[in-house]
């Protein structure tokens, strides 16, 4: 094992299946469960990081006034089947809307902008990379340090 795992590809591309594999894991899980990371800074920012039926995605507002605080809640609940379109009920005024990709913003004072990527646009990316990398040969320069002999350099 220890000789799969020598030079750089090999062990860059089991780090890269790691990811693919809990991409993948989070994946399945939003088909059941909407899971939401808010995390609040001071009184101005609100971030949501979400993973739902729809993909993974940021959403982030700016309200109120500055204090110096971070405060982090874990919001996690049962997918609603009847929600079809992520941005349905929002009025965003700029948009931009592909198969599995979806970016909204609205300017102003009280900014708000979200953007939802769906998990096979970094699942299939991830696991090919690994692919390649875990199925190509060393590199020539991990392969010609180790079979070159020690120049003594006298």
Known sequence: MVEFLRGWKRKVGVMTLIAACAAMICWVRSTFTDDTLVVLVGETWIFNLNSNQHGFGVVAAAYGTDQS?????????PIDPAESDPM????????LEFPGFHFGYTPGQQAYGICLVSYYYAIIPLTALSTWLLLSGPSRSSTRSQDAPCSTGM
Not at 69 to 77: A, G
Not at 88 to 95: A, E, I, Q, T, Y
């Open 88 to 95: 349905s009920n929002m009025s965003l005024p700029v948009r």
């Open 69 to 77: 605080s971070v405060k982090f809640h874990w919001l996690s609940r």
